[in-house]
Structures are given as C-alpha cells and as structure tokens.
C-alpha cells in the first residue's frame, strides 16, 4: 500500500486544517485506514480510522467532537478535518493502513505514509 499524507502547517488554536492521504495499491477489500500521530517526548497515539469493510470509525478521545475522519472512494483519499485544533494536538501525522479491521498496533499496520506536521501555537 502506498500513502501520501498532506495538508499539514502551522494554524493558530481554533483554526481548521485538512489532513489528506491519498492511497493505492489496496490487494484486499478488508483493511482500517486512518491517522496516528508522534509528538516529541510522547507516545504514539492512534487518532482516527475507518474500517473500509463496513465503514465504522473509531477516534481517540482525545479528538472525539473536534476531528472527523472521511473519505472519497473515487479519489481514493482519506481526509482528517481538524476543528478546534488545541496544542496538544501538535505532531507529526502519519496516514496508516492495517490489516482487516482498524488497529493502531505496530503488527497490525500494512501501510505507514510519510508524516506531515501540525503544529497549532499562538
């Protein structure tokens, strides 16, 4: 699977910003794609994902009421709208892929795209 994450930057808290991963390469109709993200000195935390089989999506509680995970099969892309973005909410963020069902485990993933970085200061 290949993953190209973009729409990173730098947004003041409160102001929106759009994620996308564009993805190809799928050999099964059974696979979570989503965003897990890496902040310095912190651990990784899966943040959002949909499960392609029966479209259930799963968000970190972190980002539960402020981010919504999307996607349009034609362009076959995956976008994260990020509202209310908060300092903490600063990382690096990778698209991802995992087998069969959404899991952030590291055995789980089948894909990883190169991370964009949001960082959200005043």
């Known amino acids: 699977v290949q993953l190209q994450a973009s729409g990173g930057g730098s947004v003041q808290p409160g102001e929106s910003l759009r994620l996308s991963c564009a993805a190809s390469?799928?050999?099964?109709?059974?696979?979570?794609i989503g965003w897990i993200r890496q902040a310095p000195g912190k651990e990784r935390e899966g943040v959002s994902c949909?499960?392609?089989?029966?479209?259930?999506?799963h968000y970190a509680d972190s980002v539960k009421g402020r981010f919504t995970i999307s996607r349009d099969n034609a362009k076959n892309t995956v976008y994260l709208q990020m509202n209310r973005p908060k300092p903490e909410d600063t990382a690096v963020y990778h698209c991802?892929?995992?087998?069969?069902?959404?899991?952030?485990?590291?055995?789980?993933?089948?894909?990883w795209g190169q991370g964009t970085q949001v960082t959200v200061s005043s």
């Open positions: 390469g799928f050999t099964s109709d059974y696979y979570g």
């Open positions: 991802m892929t995992s087998y069969h069902t959404c899991s952030y485990g590291v055995d789980a993933l089948d894909g």
């Open positions: 949909i499960n392609n089989s029966d479209g259930n999506i």
